[in-house]
């Protein structure tokens, strides 16, 4: 379904607004999260919009910000009889701020069976396959993520058993993707929109409670937020000191890593602790990164009293141990 607003913003203003206004306020938003990220005046951005509230947010707020070279781009994921309204939704939006867009359609669900992933891992990595091969090579990708979203991905990694990597949150940016409202709350954006009289997309999927986020969204943060009203802000606090320890530990496993490589081997006489050891092996092993059985496993090997044994890492991979030295293979 769609929440259908008439109101058509225009593009202006080279300062973040005094937000005074509705749209001034999506815009400051946006501004904030742009100076936090360092964008310059005149960068190139790629905004990733699917049609909902926070997508809306961004495309509104970058354009009446008017501090950017703005394009847009939609993928239909294909998982509803009316997903290509979502994406004539999105062209007229961009086409009213006279912003070009580039729409593409794929079958996430054939994608997900193919692939073995569930439909949320799908969806996810085809949009990025396809915000990567639309974006020029000097573009930024913009994506509308909020501290919500943040929240919600630590609190699931959580519940996962992931290590500080997973509970770090959604960082502001990776590689050349950057999220300008990965500081700001999806409410307030979406009262701001509600205010301005601005459209936008509400996909039904998003409230049901058979998705694992979907649960998280919907009774485990409200819950935590009965208990303190700023859950969000404090898992942000947190996510954000468990990424420093996390690049941290990952800058002294490099060293450590860099000291015992020797002939192609990873030398392992004197191991290092358990924690450092494993990141020491991650960063040794590469991407994707084997799950913790196996490291463990490889540890083991490495560090008992018998040689000459090799151990599966999977992605078609393996490490041989022999006279404590672990050859990647």
Request: hydrophobic share 45%; glycine share 12%.
């Amino acid at each position: 379904m769609a929440e259908q607003g008439t109101h058509k913003p225009l593009v202006g203003g080279s300062n973040p607004p005094s937000a005074t206004k509705p749209l001034d306020q999506l815009a400051a938003a946006v501004a904030r999260g742009g100076d936090a990220l360092g964008l310059l005046r005149g960068t190139s951005l790629l905004l990733a919009v699917s049609g909902g509230p926070d997508s809306m947010a961004l495309l509104n707020g970058a354009a009446h910000l008017g501090r950017w070279q703005l394009t847009v781009a939609h993928l239909d994921h294909g998982l509803r009889p009316d997903s290509h309204d979502d994406a004539s939704f999105v062209a007229d939006a961009a086409a009213a701020l006279d912003l070009a867009c580039t729409i593409q359609r794929t079958d996430v669900a054939d994608l997900a069976r193919t692939e073995g992933r569930t439909l949320e891992e799908a969806g996810r990595e085809a949009r990025y396959r396809f915000l990567e091969e639309v974006a020029p090579p000097d573009t930024l990708v913009a994506t509308a993520h909020t501290a919500d979203d943040s929240a919600e991905t630590i609190l699931l990694n959580l519940v996962r058993g992931s290590g500080l990597a997973g509970v770090s949150g959604i960082p502001a940016r990776r590689g050349r993707v950057v999220r300008p409202l990965i500081g700001s709350r999806r409410a307030g954006l979406r009262a701001a929109l509600d205010a301005a009289g601005i459209g936008y997309r509400l996909d039904p999927t998003n409230e049901g409670l058979d998705a694992s986020r979907n649960r998280i969204r919907h009774e485990v943060m409200p819950a935590l937020e009965r208990i303190n009203p700023a859950a969000v802000e404090a898992l942000a606090r947190f996510g954000g000191l468990a990424a420093d320890d996390d690049d941290l530990l990952d800058a002294i496993a490099a060293g450590e890593l860099a000291r015992r490589r020797s002939g192609g081997a990873i030398v392992w006489r004197d191991p290092p602790a358990r924690a450092l050891g494993r990141r020491v092996l991650r960063l040794g092993i590469g991407d994707p990164a084997p799950s913790l059985e196996r490291i463990d496993a490889l540890l083991d090997a490495a560090e008992g009293a018998r040689g000459g044994i090799t151990i599966e890492l999977g992605a078609g991979r393996s490490a041989s141990v022999r006279e404590r030295r672990i050859t990647i293979e």
